[in-house]
């Protein structure tokens, strides 16, 4: 460790040069000293963050060659087998990225392994959040674009998928036009204009072209950058534990610490996705041939950020389709590729402020939830993995259905009843885990950990010795927040014997019905005193101790 | 760093060339609203509390063991450029070599990348500190003295600026925006044409002879009598110099067709159901000899319904799995599409080739909101 605080001679150069014309000695330290809370949990976002730098490293490589033209040619190239076969220059030029360039192959299976990568990290790191309460006064809006990444994201990923032209890629774009035919009223006038023509036309991959080179990463580079300086503001949530509250955030510092970490972790994430580039074969274009609309392959999958709407398009039926005045509204279609897009990001953006409305709770929070202390929100969390999950198993039925034996329709049937019961049964068994688990945090708190020590008392009674927990466990378990709503704590009746008006409403109500199944079940740590209350272990520790005397 | 505190050392502030960046002059220091907070922003070095330095010799060991993963990054860099060269354009072509030459690259590069991020790892969890400072959380929200200073200002401003007080402006501004604000959206009217007829209309006709799709070659009714699997996907028979396979993309798009032969007496109801706005038409009169011919484009999302069983005269779209009877005017009988598959009125010619009699009656492809309407 140096003792030396002076900075060299050539590093104050520079500072000063820059800090003479933007005055940003103050704004830099503290910028440098800025504390990260340390959890495991907090590296998903970052994951997400590196593999979106290494999609514009790659994809920018990809430009260098690829032409996205759909312009027929007759192939000519160096892969033998397509030699002759009539196809776009998109899906030439994709060849020849993979053939012709050294290292071609290569950089469009890292695009597309961190495309798959950067969603999942997204995913999951949106889960993170939801879990812990991280979303809570005052980073709802934060969440707010990072739901608006998420669906930019999806969108991004399907229009990157469908540029190279071959014929699983065509296909997707061909179920795109499908589902956007059946929007009524405009339905084909939006398909006309987006293909400048019929389908496939020839102007859809250079349009796509530019919204996913373009358009959609200058979008989504705008929203990450926001998402960070909120961040950056704001400051991390943290995890309950010693020392960390409401106001003060403990952690690694940026210098030196977290920098170095940090990098550390970006050529991590960079070199799991280089090894699955290199061995794990995901987008091998030159097998599928390149699209015709006549032709089809089954057992077709898209990217798995669209296999639930993939799922849901295959496993909603037809019954609910109707017609007014000769003119169809196609619900069959409508529901499954659109409605249930609108509904995840939906449910996802409306519930901080849902969550708020029923709780009452305008706090600010910064030290997360553990979830098991918001047994609800955990339960509608599950049940949302299990629909989501359901919907994502459907997009592949007929591989379930071969692998398994079972016929093609009954596994549809079994996938449109669990697509009902899953998220129910996912909700309830959530919840009472949670409860489970707090039954057993009071129960910690109040008698210690089991210490796997049997004794046998003098009366011939065997227990077994609770040990005293850590102050660190002591103060996480402690750290469990009453979990309330003001619909329930506002009294109906004031004291002047007058009903309160807002909760003598319909709303008032369907509000307080919202709290109290909200709140209701929670296990409570009123009165409860750490470490006091086994009295027969106590006991037996001193008559162990007497013993020994 | 701990024992050698320069906080009140003032010493750095002195004339501007011995200034030190990053260090605050300490009258511009943020007095906080609760000073009480032993963990208040804090300038200078970490306390000792937040800093747990690594023994030395785990330090020394962190550097070793850091070195060598870097050592091995070193290497895997000199592997991928070697990788790069050892195989050239021409050899790649080869998909067998073209795997090894993704597998050296790739290979080598994860062992550069990975060296790189466990040598940063090691050197952060044994040669650094292991810090835990602490860091206030700004208050939220501001105090009321500045949210009604803020409130005061933004409004004064706003009177004196007229925008409030003057309507006629105000409004005339507004007025002025909409017409520009329509501008782009209007812009993209020439993206594509109107839809008209274009999803109704396709190459069929009467007359129009069937090309296998994929050749050149015109069907007769006994190609399918003869095939074992009983269908055939067939396209309008137009020799255009200008398309490979003689229609373009859009056409064959729409007009793609199934041709089936189905065994005497397994025809369904349906099919001798008189048709709407013909007199006494049947789907049967559309068939030639056992024959029948059904749009491939299925009517849910527009895959091609490719797959047919023979012995239940099913097809099925291999993509999202909507079932058709083939026998039973393409019903639907399982699955998310809306409409039957629109059947092609067939026939044969003069020189007993099979030929459509005329359009289909009903648009092909993805059922769309005006499919119904003419």
Not at chain 1, 1 to 11: D, R
Not at chain 1, 518 to 532: E, F, I, Q
Request: aromatic letters at 12%; glycine letters at 10%; charged letters at 20%.
């Amino acid at each position: 460790m140096s003792k030396n605080t002076k900075a060299p001679k050539a590093l104050r150069g520079v500072g000063n040069y820059i800090d003479d014309r933007f005055h940003l000695a103050k704004a830099g330290e503290k910028n440098l000293r800025k504390v990260f809370p340390n959890h495991w949990s907090f590296m998903l976002g970052e994951i997400a963050l590196y593999s979106f730098i290494i999609l514009l490293i790659s994809g920018v490589f990809l430009t260098l060659w690829f032409k996205p033209s759909m312009a027929e040619v007759i192939y000519d190239g160096s892969y033998e087998r397509l030699q002759g076969v009539p196809m776009s220059e998109a899906y030439a030029s994709t060849l020849f990225i993979d053939f012709e360039v050294r290292g071609g192959f290569l950089v469009r299976q890292i695009h597309h392994w961190a495309a798959l990568i950067f969603v999942a990290a997204l995913v999951v790191h949106m889960l993170r959040v939801f879990f812990t309460g991280a979303f809570r006064k005052p980073r709802e809006i934060n969440w707010l674009i990072g739901v608006a990444i998420f669906a930019i994201a999806v969108v991004e990923g399907l229009f990157g998928y469908s540029l190279p032209d071959d014929l699983p890629s065509g296909m997707g774009v061909r179920v795109l036009q499908g589902v956007m035919l059946a929007i009524p009223l405009v339905g084909s006038y939006i398909s006309m204009f987006l293909f400048g023509g019929e389908f496939p036309g020839e102007d859809i991959i250079p349009r796509l072209y530019m919204l996913h080179i373009l358009a959609l990463p200058a979008l989504l580079l705008g929203l990450i950058v926001a998402h960070f300086m909120i961040l950056w503001h704001q400051k991390h949530t943290q995890y309950p534990g010693t020392g960390r509250t409401e106001k003060t955030v403990v952690g690694t510092p940026m210098f030196p610490a977290f920098a170095v970490k940090a990098g550390g972790f970006f050529f991590f994430t960079f070199a799991v996705i280089a090894l699955l580039s290199a061995f794990v074969q995901i987008n091998p274009i030159h097998l599928f041939g390149p699209f015709t609309p006549t032709s089809i392959t089954s057992g077709l999958q898209p990217d798995w950020y669209l296999g639930f709407m993939e799922g849901a398009l295959r496993i909603f039926p037809n019954w609910f389709d109707f017609s007014i005045g000769g003119y169809p509204i196609i619900i069959g279609v409508l529901i499954p590729g659109l409605g249930i897009m609108g509904l995840l990001f939906g449910a996802l953006a409306a519930w901080p402020f849902l969550e708020q409305w029923i709780t009452g709770d305008k706090r600010v929070h910064n030290v997360a939830d553990r979830p098991r202390n918001a047994p609800v929100r955990t339960g509608l969390g599950v049940a949302g993995i299990v629909f989501y999950g359901v919907l994502w198993m459907a997009g592949s039925n007929d591989i379930l259905s071969e692998t398994f034996s079972i016929s093609l329709y009954t596994t549809t049937y079994i996938l449109r009843t669990l697509l009902i019961v899953g998220p129910i049964l996912g909700f309830i068994i959530a919840k009472r885990i949670c409860l489970g688990l707090q039954r057993r945090d009071k129960e910690t708190l109040e008698h210690g950990y089991e210490s796997g020590i049997i004794q046998q008392l003098p009366s011939g009674e065997f227990i077994e010795v609770h040990k005293a927990s850590s102050e660190e466990t002591e103060h996480v378990l402690k750290s469990k927040p009453p979990v309330t709503s003001t619909a329930l704590t506002e009294p109906e009746v004031d004291d002047k014997g007058v009903e309160n008006p807002e909760a003598r409403k319909g709303r008032g109500r369907f509000r307080r019905a919202l709290a109290h199944w909200y709140t209701k079940d929670n296990v409570s740590l009123d009165g409860v005193r750490a470490h006091n209350g086994h009295h027969a272990h106590d006991s037996a520790e001193a008559e162990k101790e007497e013993v020994a005397h | 760093m701990t024992e050698n505190n320069t906080n009140d050392n003032n010493e750095a502030e002195g004339p501007a060339p011995e200034r030190v960046v990053g260090t605050p002059k300490v009258e511009e220091r943020v007095v906080s609203e609760t000073p009480a907070d032993p963990y208040d922003d804090h300038d200078g070095p970490y306390r000792a509390f937040e800093t747990h330095a690594r023994p030395e010799e785990v330090q020394r060991r962190g550097e070793k063991i850091a070195s060598v993963w870097f050592l091995l990054a070193f290497l895997g860099g000199i592997g991928f450029l070697v990788s790069y060269f050892v195989f050239n354009s021409e050899e790649i072509a080869d998909p067998q070599i073209a795997q090894y030459s993704n597998m050296a690259l790739g290979g080598t590069l994860t062992l550069a990348l990975f060296g790189i991020g466990a040598g940063m790892t090691v050197w952060a969890r044994q040669v650094m500190p292991h810090y835990e400072v602490h860091s206030p959380y700004d208050e939220l929200p501001s105090s009321e003295e500045e949210k009604s200073s803020f409130g005061t200002f933004f409004m004064q401003s706003a009177d004196e600026s007229g925008f409030t007080k003057r309507p006629l402006m105000r409004r005339t501004l507004i007025l002025a925006m909409v017409p520009l604000g329509l501008a782009p959206i209007v812009l993209l009217r020439d993206t594509g044409p109107l839809p008209g007829d274009k999803f109704k209309e396709t190459l069929w006709e009467n007359g129009r002879r069937m090309y296998v799709e994929g050749t050149h070659r015109a069907l007769r009714p006994e190609d399918l009598e003869n095939d074992p699997y009983g269908m055939i996907s067939a396209l309008p028979a137009i020799d255009d110099d200008h398309y490979p396979h003689g229609i373009s993309l859009n056409d064959q798009a729409k007009s793609v067709i199934l041709l089936i032969k189905m065994p005497e007496g397994d025809w369904k109801s349906r099919m001798t159901e008189e048709i709407e706005g013909t007199d006494g038409q049947t789907r049967l009169n559309w068939t030639h000899n056992g024959i029948v011919a059904y749009s491939k484009i299925c009517t849910h999302v527009g895959c091609p319904a490719a797959l047919y069983e023979r012995t239940s005269h099913r097809i099925l779209c291999p993509c999202h799995q909507s079932t058709f009877d083939a026998a039973d005017a393409a019903h639907v009988v399982f699955g998310p599409a809306h409409r039957p598959l629109p059947q092609l009125p067939i026939g044969v010619d003069d020189e007993g080739y099979l030929i459509a009699t005329g359009d289909f009656t009903e648009p092909p492809g993805p059922t769309f909101w005006e499919y119904a309407k003419d």
